[in-house]
Every structure is written in structure tokens, then in C-alpha cells.
DNA sequence: TACGATGCCCGCACACCGTTCGATATAGGA
DNA sequence: TCCTATATCGAACGGTGTGCGGGCATCGTA
């Protein structure tokens, strides 16, 4: 059966003539898929509500991503591009700031989407952004005097560092239903919870609970970073 | 209608009297659930087939377990158990060995199970078992020197690390289809893909692939725990 | 201006998912 | 032996990713 208009609509604002005027293409589909992302998380993410988001049908937006997957690669890209953008370089800064620059931007764009840890944690950023960010990185690593396999040996530890606790702070508590969402202040709600443990079974535990429930997410990742960073300088002084 | 044996079936070899004797329980839930864990992975991993893997019903499981992130929840502390079963605990060792120890089991476990990182990654391990991992590792730092609000800052730098660190191994790259699985060994396969960027856009990644491709998960995972040894020992000698 | 080719969009359908619910079978105590 | 709490199961609901074919819109060419 032909497409009708629907009741009360003027044939020339048909859907054919005014919607329809190649509606999608890679950036819009970003842009929704972003802000489905941080609406409704990486589980809430489905092509389905990405098509409606877009006001198109269910399966179109398979016209120009191969599957979800490329999907999440793109908008994993996308993240990166905001990191690269977020970087504070200063002219005159030591390397240590260089560096500390690069892992904090990440941390600030992963702060500013909730769900963005659980793309960086599932798949590597290998995309033209997520290389552009891993060759400041690397660049910053050789102007510090790392060279050859102790680069990357630096590269994987920082590397590891931000990534965890980029994690540590988006991963979900096994939320009681209790609290609404709060997202942020994970090691603050984590000391929270931990509040609740059996004293006698884990007195470690328990005596650290008030201490972790004061912390802020950033501080600690600020301290562990410059502990990371103390550890690796130390490396260049080799005796 | 009433159930009917199968044809060719004898009846006191039906379903309802040998499969059906109380056969589902808790300890058998999680061995078969951690072995399709194994096996299919994270997203691998559905209730309908563990009810298949257990012979029962598909969801049979429901009765013991209230939803699948419990399920979960359960699979990730039986993954601290066999952490904590693993962990070699030195008497006469540093607290730098004692936090090592704790640490590498994670790691080891971890590389046993190549979906649990997906795991940690999305749950903080807070069962009982998860509990007595972290109470080592806060006892380890009090041994240490390490009190009160550092001693949390120095346990969400540790962890933090660790995670990432085990995250970076196990989060898949992204395939071309062209190589089988080769679980393991992800620095390596980032690395071997590495080599293939544009040389002259990101030179440092270029050179830097080389080496990412020569190291081993394990002495990379070592050299950042050593560096962010190194980095929260130098804060106990306070000058 | 007419017409075919191509690019883009969409609805349908398939297989699978987590989960709810009611029916049913079993085990163990009265 | 009967009754009841416990345990298992099958069907069904709403949701998912995605392959497929049909159809519209646009454009290059005649």
C-alpha cells in the first residue's frame, strides 16, 4: 500500500518532503548516540532509541555504521576528541606536567560523560583522536628521557593507572535501591557502604571506611597519579 | 495435558525422577555460571544458557537467585576467593612484597578467567570474599606506615592501578577478523596493530610500537607495580 | 523534460535476551 | 496417607541487534 499522509497534514510537509532530505549522516549520528549515552547510560544504549532519538527509522542508522559495535567505537573516538581538546598545555611546564596534563583531561571528559569508562574499559582507542592523544603521550614520555622498550613499559603503567581509577570511579555500587543515582563521589559512597561491615570480621576495612568517605574521587586520583609519576622518575636517575 | 515421557523412554528413567532431585543449589549456580563465563564470556553469558548448562530449565536458576546482576555479583566473589586461595604469603617479606603478593594473585586470576576483568570493571567486589581481599591489602598498608586518610589514598592508588592494568590486558582489541582469538598477551597485539598507523602523523606511536610489541603482559604489570611501590614508599620517609 | 541508476531510508522478521507468572511436580513432616 | 512448603518448569511479554527487500528521493544523462 502507498504511503499516505497522515490526517490533517498538508501533502507538500509530507513526511517525504520535509523530513526525509538525507536527514542522517555520521556527526548527527554521534551526536545522539552521545547524548543517548549520557542519558541513559551504556546498557540504555540501543540502535532502537538511537533511531528514534533521531526521528528516523529503527534500522536507518544502519546505513552508515556496519553495527553497534562500530557505533561504540566512533563515539569512543568522539571521547578522545573531547580529551584531546580538554589538554592544558603549558609551554613551560616539566614533563611531569605534560603528562599529569594528558591523564587529567581524561579523567575530566570521562567525569563530564558517566558512562564513558565503560567504553574505554571494553575496547582500546585506536581511532585517529585516540591516537592523536597517545602520541602527545608518547612524545611527552621521550621528552622525560624514556626511550625504546622503557617507554612503553612507562606508557603501559601510566596508562594503567588512569584507566583504573577512571573505572574505579564510574563503576556502578551495588546500590540498595537506597540512594538516587549521585553519580561522582564513587570512593565516597564506597566508604559509605563500607561503613556497614562486620567490625570484627574486617577491622581494616571498617577503620578505613571513614577515611575512604571523605575522599574525593579527584584527589585520590591525583595522588596516586603523582605517586606513579614519582615512581617512574625515580627510573631516570638510574645510578 | 500431563507431561509425557519421551518415546523410547522408560518411565523410572523419566526427567521428573532422576534429573529432577533437588539438583540446582547455589555452589553448582556459580561453578556453571563461572564456566560459561569462561567459555562464552561476558556477553556470552545468559541465563537461558546456564539453565542449559545446569540440564534444567531456563529459568529454573530464578528460584535461587533473585536477577542476573546477583548472578554476577556472586560469580565476581567467587573470582576474589580463588584470589584470595591464591595470594603467597611470605612471612618474613616487605609490606612492598605483601602488597605485591596481593596485587600479582588479582592479576593471576584474572589471566585464568579472560572475562573477569569485565567483571571488576563494572561491580566493586564487596562480597565476603572481596571484603577479606581488601582487608589484607589495608593491613598490608598499616604495616606499611600508612594511617587514616593516607592509607586510603595509597589503597584507591594501588587499586586503582591493578584494575586498570588488568582491564588494559583483557579489554579486546579491535579485529579485523584476521587473527584468532590469542587471548593474553594484549600489549603485544596492540602493539602489532600499532604498527600499522601513519608513520608520519604519529611518529612516536610509529616508534613506539616496536616495543609495545616485545613486552609481556605480566613484566609490564610488574614494572608500573613496582613504580607505584616506588612512588608510595617515598612518601613514608616524610623528611 | 523523461528516465534509469544510485543512494538513502524504512518496516518486517528472526533469533535471542532478562524476567514474570501460573501450573506442576516433589520432599518431608503430620 | 495426606498436606504443605519447596523447587522446577513452560509460556509469554517486552526488549535487543541486525539482515533483507521494498520503495522513495535525488541526480546524471539523454
Redesign the pocket.
Known amino acids: 500500500m502507498?504511503?499516505q499522509p497522515e490526517r490533517g497534514e498538508l501533502p507538500w510537509w509530507s513526511k517525504?518532503?520535509v523530513?526525509?532530505?538525507?536527514?542522517?549522516n555520521a556527526s548527527r549520528i554521534i551526536e545522539a548516540g552521545m547524548a543517548l549515552l549520557d542519558r541513559d547510560g551504556l546498557d540504555g544504549?540501543?540502535?532502537?532509541?538511537l533511531g528514534a532519538e533521531l526521528r528516523?527509522?529503527?534500522?536507518?542508522v544502519?546505513?552508515?555504521v556496519p553495527?553497534?559495535?562500530a557505533l561504540l567505537d566512533l563515539l569512543l573516538d568522539q571521547l578522545m576528541a573531547e580529551a584531546n581538546a580538554t589538554i592544558r598545555h603549558d609551554p613551560g611546564a616539566s614533563w611531569r606536567a605534560e603528562l599529569a596534563a594528558y591523564a587529567i583531561a581524561l579523567r575530566v571528559v570521562l567525569d563530564r560523560h558517566a558512562a564513558a569508562a565503560g567504553l574505554l574499559s571494553t575496547r582500546a582507542a585506536v581511532g585517529p583522536e585516540g591516537l592523536r592523544f597517545m602520541e602527545g603521550v608518547m612524545n611527552a614520555l621521550a621528552d622525560a628521557g624514556f626511550g625504546g622498550r622503557q617507554r612503553a613499559l612507562a606508557y603501559a603503567a601510566l596508562t594503567g593507572y588512569t584507566l583504573g581509577h577512571v573505572v574505579l570511579e564510574q563503576r556502578k555500587p551495588p546500590t540498595d535501591g537506597s540512594q538516587p543515582p549521585t553519580a561522582g563521589h564513587q570512593l565516597q559512597r564506597l566508604g559509605v557502604l563500607l561503613r556497614g561491615v562486620p567490625r570484627g570480621r574486617f577491622p581494616g576495612v571498617f577503620e578505613s571506611a571513614a577515611d575512604l568517605a571523605e575522599l574525593t574521587d579527584e584527589e585520590a586520583f591525583e595522588y596516586g597519579l603523582q605517586r606513579m609519576l614519582d615512581g617512574l622518575q625515580a627510573e631516570l636517575r638510574p645510578g
Open positions: 502507498a504511503v517525504s518532503r523530513v526525509r532530505k538525507r536527514s542522517l544504549l540501543s540502535m532502537r532509541k528516523s527509522g529503527a534500522t536507518s544502519y546505513w552508515h553495527n553497534k559495535d
